[in-house]
């Protein structure tokens, strides 16, 4: 049982009350009220005064000491849930302001997307990402006939960052009107995500990383090795886990996996 509580507080008043009137009968039993000539036992009613305020004085002050404390924690209890209803407020509406902020952003990069398009007999015209299967091959010759690349691959060596930027460069370079603000917007969600640090980011990487398909994947994996890319951009898609869907085992990609942390890909991911 909880000792400050309003029932402890109750037992208290009932048990200094229960004591007052037994008292009172002791101290001033056969005692006369009546007879107003008779002198006035100081001494007995000085000693009922330092029974009532000694014993039964104490027990209602550590009653009324008990409501007190009642009241006060119920005060505390019901200033601690406003403030959590308060928290739940302000975290729900920052997560619509995000949620606002983000979807804005994320129809921004579709509309981007849906207007890429190139004169081109072998791609579909009616369909805007067909466009990265241009890019990707293009990307595939540049990086894999770079002369930084094809000297390492001879000789049987491993790969460096550097290797690789060669290649990526000169493409970049080429179709940086087309590329540069597709790059830069996804760049600015990824920030955006990581900035927040909302408990359900992963959710929100998730369904950025599903506007992406397999060319557009290995696309931004070169991009962010280049020195082209965006401040951090690397480490935005590690931490969300962006090249999860990556094929691992493709030509512009597998050599290269070692570049980003494992967790870029998954938690579980080991190199082949």
């Known amino acids: 049982m909880d ?11 009932w048990v200094g009350l229960g004591l007052l009137i037994p008292g009172l009968i002791i101290f001033f039993w056969g005692e006369s009220f009546l007879n107003f000539d008779e002198q006035i ?57 995000f ?7 994320l129809n921004l990069l579709i509309n981007i997307v849906g ?4 004169n081109d007999s072998s791609l579909n015209s009616n369909n805007s990402k067909d466009c990265f299967m241009f890019y990707y091959d293009e990307l595939e010759k540049h990086i894999i006939n770079s002369d930084n690349l094809q000297d390492v691959l001879m000789n049987k060596g491993n790969p460096r960052q550097i290797d690789i930027q060669e290649g990526f460069i000169k493409f970049y370079d080429k179709y940086k009107n087309e590329l540069e603000k597709y790059f830069n917007n996804t760049y600015n969600i990824l920030k955006f995500i990581h900035k927040h640090q909302l408990p359900d980011s992963k959710f ?28 951090n951009l690397k480490e935005y898609i590690e931490s969300g886990e962006f090249f999860r869907y990556l094929d691992k085992d493709n030509r512009l990609v597998k ?18």
Request: glycine content about 4%; cysteine-free; hydrophobic content about 40%.
């Open 115 to 118: 207007t890429m398009k190139r």
């Open 99 to 105: 949620e606002t902020t983000y979807f804005n952003m």
């Open 3 to 13: 000792v400050f509580s309003i029932k402890t507080a109750k037992i208290l008043f």
């Open 204 to 231: 929100y990487f998730n369904y950025l990383r599903a506007q992406f398909n397999s060319n557009e994947l290995i696309l931004m994996f070169h991009y962010a090795l280049s020195e082209k890319s965006n401040e």
């Open 41 to 97: 036992k100081s001494d007995k009613i000085g000693q009922f005064g330092d029974f009532v305020g000694g014993l039964i004085g104490s027990l209602w002050a550590a009653a009324g000491f008990i409501l007190f404390y009642v009241a006060l924690k119920e005060q505390i209890n019901s200033y601690n849930l406003q403030k959590v209803e308060f928290e739940s407020t302000k975290n729900l509406l920052k997560q619509q302001k």
């Open 255 to 272: 050599d290269f996996l070692d570049f980003y942390l494992p967790i870029a890909y998954e938690q579980t991911y080991s190199k082949k």
